[in-house]
């Protein structure tokens, strides 16, 4: 271990008000001096992975991860090989293929539906929930849910296309609470499973899909939770699925988390564990896919929500773990603990944000629906 190291990071996290064995929710705790070289080598990688290891501790993680993004620690320490050959390896391959696609259902979202039901709201929406005017997860899910059918102005007896479903918690609350017929697909063979169980009886149809290979004409073309699994170099692709689908004078809509800056990588700790091929895109990516297929009409920001939706995640995944640990091992809990709180604090320092953007094709009349 590199003295010298050590005291780099302690004055990098000193500037951030972070302190090694310190007495703040914040500080963390060092258990193992290793520690230190492996966050200067690896950064967000080592970071993550040293957690998941046992090298640290910290009382609040979401807070720690905030004060760090605020002090934009991420930018001082990054630049390593290991950063820059998967830069290279974004920028050579496409990692959002077709023949990539089912990988995040097979390694994320089929992890245990048992995990998702003892985390999720009971709609199961794995997506920002809207805290306006709610007090409890299941009440600013519900919200979310309606905010995006009063943005994209359903009507009973539409057709509406979701690229990308979950488990049905959308095309189950359209149906019911809107009278639409709803087309889902998603590439987890655990979600169409419970999904299609879930919205049994009602005019909702749930396949296991890539979101490339969806042919019909529909009113409505949605994805809550999706953008952020398409890539970069796939944008324009996706952009044009919509524009084939959806039927003249008909509205478009996404809901995505987002960064503030163009990248074609993701943080590679949350690449490697949670969402392989993952990516979130900007406003300039998005923009730029769409050009001379569509005009926005709304875009809202409710990034802020995240957090208080993350952090609710986290509580009832902490109460649950007694009745997952025998199923999951003590590493997988340190891994999605760090996980959600980490995410909580990336929302907190507004280093990424979650746009829901209404769309038109040029020409036809803006939407007359209920924004807000």
């Given at each position: 271990?590199?003295?010298?190291?050590?005291?780099?990071?302690?004055?990098?996290?000193?500037?951030?008000?972070?302190?090694?064995?310190?007495?703040?929710?914040?500080?963390?705790?060092?258990?193992?001096?290793r520690f230190y070289d492996r966050v200067l080598k690896e950064v967000a990688l080592g970071l993550g992975e040293s957690?998941?290891?046992?090298?640290?501790?910290?009382?609040?993680i979401d807070q720690f991860i905030d004060r760090a993004l605020r002090a934009r620690l991420d930018q001082v320490?990054?630049?390593n090989w290991k950063i820059l050959l998967q830069v290279l390896r974004a920028k050579l391959f496409n990692l959002q293929s077709s023949a990539r696609a089912f990988q995040i259902g097979e390694r994320h979202y089929d992890l245990g539906n048992d995990l998702y039901q003892a985390m999720l709201d009971k709609r199961l929406n794995y997506t920002c929930a809207y805290w306006k005017?709610?007090?409890?997860?299941?009440?600013?899910?519900?919200?979310?849910?309606d905010l995006v059918c009063r943005k994209i102005g359903l009507k009973p007896g539409m057709k509406v296309l979701e690229l990308g479903c979950g488990w049905g918690s959308f095309a189950k609350y359209a149906a019911e609470k809107y009278g639409v017929e709803v087309l889902g697909v998603t590439v987890s063979e655990k979600q169409v499973e419970l999904g299609r169980e879930?919205?049994?009886?009602?005019p909702v149809e749930l396949r296991l899909q890539d979101y490339r290979e969806v042919e019909g004409q529909y009113d409505?073309?949605?994805?809550?939770?999706?953008?952020?699994?398409?890539?970069?170099?796939?944008?324009?692709t996706y952009m044009e699925v919509v524009d084939r689908t959806l039927r003249?004078?008909?509205?478009?809509?996404?809901?995505?988390?987002?960064?503030?800056?163009?990248?074609?990588?993701?943080?590679?700790?949350?690449?490697?564990?949670?969402f392989p091929n993952g990516m979130l895109p900007s406003i300039a990516q998005l923009s730029r896919a769409m050009e001379g297929l569509f005009v926005i009409e709304d875009l809202h920001n409710i990034g802020p929500h995240y957090d208080p939706t993350l952090m609710a995640w986290h509580a009832n995944f902490e109460k649950a773990w007694p009745d997952l640990q025998d199923k999951y091992s003590e590493r997988?809990?340190?891994?999605?603990?760090?996980?959600?709180?980490?995410?909580?604090?990336?929302?907190?320092?507004?280093?990424?944000?979650?746009?829901?953007?209404?769309?038109?094709?040029?020409?036809?009349?803006?939407?007359?629906?209920?924004?807000?």
């Open positions: 271990m590199s003295s010298q190291a050590e005291d780099l990071v302690k004055k990098l996290l000193k500037s951030a008000d972070i302190e090694v064995n310190g007495s703040h929710p914040w500080d963390i705790q060092v258990h193992d001096d957690y998941m290891d046992g090298w640290w501790d910290s009382q609040a320490i990054k630049g005017e709610a007090s409890t997860l299941d009440e600013a899910q519900e919200a979310k849910l879930l919205c049994q009886g009602l409505r073309v949605i994805s809550i939770g999706v953008m952020e699994h398409v890539g970069y170099k796939n944008y324009r003249p004078g008909g509205v478009g809509f996404f809901h995505t988390i987002g960064s503030n800056t163009s990248e074609i990588r993701t943080n590679a700790w949350t690449e490697k564990y949670i997988f809990y340190r891994m999605w603990r760090y996980y959600l709180l980490s995410s909580a604090g990336g929302f907190r320092s507004r280093m990424n944000q979650l746009w829901q953007v209404v769309f038109t094709r040029p020409g036809d009349p803006q939407p007359d629906c209920r924004i807000s």
